[in-house]
């Protein structure tokens, strides 16, 4: 099994739409991050926990929302969808240091 | 704050030849730095890293990277390309502070035969 999952990989949405990203981890690390990869833009980061009652707003976070429902467990938001949301979603986990494990990504279209 | 940059979005060499691939960090305590690759349509996996032991860091693949303190620099290297190392390549830098992992934007490596 993988150490980071992401459900689902694709998803295609409409505009106005409410769309949750799920995140598990199997590393028993405390840290966990939901990035947003765009072409020549790197991964920016959207928000992070330290654990389940810490959580923080990264670069971008407007337009998303988190929920850290266990230790193990991640989910990103989407509270309406617009199509410059449409990207690649990454979620990871990391030990104090950050040498993180990243799932295998979910490609969210928004038409 | 802490930031990186990384120097040339894509860089081309022809198989056989020296990788060099540029980062540079600012960090106002101590950094751990990290170098990613990423495989078309894969997530990004690690390829080596430095936790502030030796400053000669070496990874999978045969790739390694040096901490120079002074030039804040982490640059990656491989003295022979394989075309299997197309991919694109990300350098982050964390700290042991509350901040979360920082990445650079990315340079994607070209290998020609």
Not at chain 1, 31 to 36: A, G
Not at chain 2, 39 to 44: A, M, S, W
Not at chain 2, 73 to 87: E, I, N, Q, V, Y
């Amino acid at each position: 099994d993988a150490d980071v999952t992401q459900t689902p990989r694709n998803r295609i949405t409409k505009t106005g739409k409410r769309i949750m990203l799920e995140c598990s981890q199997t590393k028993g690390h405390d840290r966990m991050y939901w990035y947003r990869q765009d072409p020549g833009l790197g991964l920016r980061l959207i928000y992070y926990s330290f654990d389940v009652k810490d959580i923080n707003k990264g670069e971008i976070s407007d337009g998303y929302s988190v929920s850290r429902q266990a230790q193990a467990k991640f989910s990103l938001s989407l509270e309406s969808a617009i199509p410059n949301q449409t990207a690649l979603y990454f979620c990871a986990t990391s030990d104090f240091r950050g040498e993180a494990f990243f799932g295998q990504g979910t490609r969210l279209t928004v038409v | 704050a802490q930031s990186v940059t990384q120097l040339g979005s894509h860089v081309s060499v022809s198989e056989g030849a020296l990788v060099l691939l540029r980062c540079n960090y600012s960090s106002s305590v101590p950094p751990y730095l990290f170098w990613y690759v990423q495989y078309p349509n894969q997530g990004l996996q690690l390829l080596l890293k430095y936790t502030s032991a030796a400053t000669l860091v070496k990874g999978i693949n045969g790739f390694e990277a040096e901490f120079k303190k002074s030039e804040t620099s982490f640059h990656l290297t491989k003295p022979s390309a394989h075309m299997s190392d197309a991919a694109e390549y990300f350098c982050a830098v964390s700290d042991t502070g509350r901040r979360a992992l920082t990445f650079g934007s990315g340079t994607r490596l070209q290998v020609q035969p």
